[in-house]
């Protein structure tokens, strides 16, 4: 029987906040929550949503977003002195330059990409996330689907969480986003900006396909991690987090 998908945290200003650790790994063992939320762009977080996080038990903040998004849609927590903030810029094609440059041909090459063109970038973040025992790391993108997605399937899949329950958690994020992508879909209309429907989608296929990229080529997200650069430490670190 398929795990209920995790839920977006009720939040006014972010559509799809959600906590990594309500699913089951395969041993049927409970992962650890108020340690990773995976999340939406946070440029609109009101007060209340601030401090509901807070009161969740966020300590850190990792933006996967490009210098340019950042700047047009700033996080409420850059400047922060309550959370850290940290930003590592990976580039989606998509979002990271403003929907202007050449598309992806499908949304599971794009993430293959990150997997291969990112290792610095994922050792940092892997790296930051697992400095952070027992608090609660909140990473995030544009869409919370695309790099927010790979970098969740990563976490999941070192948790041993069952590939089905990945992909389902991939795949739910247009369902979660879609007043966002509407809206989106109306702007690029105005501005005569083609976008193929993919883009705004989030199709199973495209993370089994992620998946069975990750197992051909490295194995686990636990051997990806070890060959991009990250100790046994730092390994056992995040899986604590994860696991307990």
Same mark, same amino acid.
């Given at each position: 029987?398929?795990?209920?998908?995790?839920?977006?945290?009720?939040?006014?200003?972010?559509?799809?906040?959600?906590?990594?650790?309500?699913?089951?790994?395969?041993?049927?063992?409970?992962?650890?929550?108020?340690?990773?939320?995976?999340?939406?762009?946070?440029?609109?977080?009101?007060?209340?949503?601030?401090?509901?996080?807070?009161?969740?038990?966020? =300590?850190? #903040?990792? /933006?996967?977003?490009? !210098? %340019?998004?950042?700047?047009?849609?700033?996080? &409420?927590? *850059?400047?922060?002195?309550?959370?850290?903030?940290?930003?590592?810029?990976?580039?989606?094609?998509?979002?990271s330059n403003g929907l202007q440059g050449e598309m992806p041909e499908s949304m599971g090459g794009l993430y293959i990409d990150l997997l291969e063109n990112g290792k610095k970038s994922y050792a940092r973040i892997f790296r930051t996330m697992a400095k952070y025992d027992g608090d609660c790391v909140i990473f995030n993108c544009t869409a919370g689907k695309d790099r927010t997605g790979v970098t969740a399937m990563l976490l999941l899949d070192l948790a041993d969480v069952e590939p089905e329950v990945i992909v389902?958690?991939?795949?739910?994020?247009?369902?979660?986003? =879609?007043? #966002?992508? /509407?809206?989106?879909? !109306? %702007?690029?209309?105005?501005?005569?900006?083609? &976008?193929? *429907?993919?883009?705004?989608?989030?199709?199973?296929?495209?993370?089994?396909?992620?998946?069975?990229?990750?197992?051909?080529?490295?194995?686990?997200?636990?051997?990806?991690?070890?060959?991009?650069?990250?100790?046994?430490?730092?390994?056992?670190?995040?899986?604590?987090?994860?696991?307990?």
């Amino acid at each position: 029987m398929l795990q209920e998908t995790a839920k977006p945290l009720k939040l006014a200003g972010a559509y799809n906040v959600r906590d990594l650790g309500v699913y089951e790994n395969k041993k049927h063992h409970k992962l650890k929550e108020h340690q990773f939320l995976r999340a939406d762009s946070l440029n609109g977080l009101t007060r209340e949503d601030q401090e509901a996080l807070l009161s969740y038990g966020v =300590k850190a #903040v990792i /933006d996967l977003r490009s !210098e %340019q998004e950042c700047k047009q849609a700033p996080c &409420v927590w *850059e400047n922060s002195d309550r959370v850290d903030y940290y930003t590592v810029s990976m580039l989606d094609e998509i979002n990271s330059n403003g929907l202007q440059g050449e598309m992806p041909e499908s949304m599971g090459g794009l993430y293959i990409d990150l997997l291969e063109n990112g290792k610095k970038s994922y050792a940092r973040i892997f790296r930051t996330m697992a400095k952070y025992d027992g608090d609660c790391v909140i990473f995030n993108c544009t869409a919370g689907k695309d790099r927010t997605g790979v970098t969740a399937m990563l976490l999941l899949d070192l948790a041993d969480v069952e590939p089905e329950v990945i992909v389902k958690d991939y795949s739910v994020n247009e369902q979660y986003m =879609k007043p #966002v992508f /509407d809206k989106q879909k !109306e %702007q690029m209309k105005q501005y005569g900006i083609n &976008v193929p *429907e993919y883009v705004l989608e989030s199709k199973a296929e495209e993370m089994e396909k992620t998946l069975e990229y990750l197992r051909k080529n490295y194995g686990t997200a636990e051997d990806y991690l070890s060959k991009i650069g990250l100790t046994k430490q730092e390994i056992d670190a995040l899986k604590r987090k994860l696991c307990g």
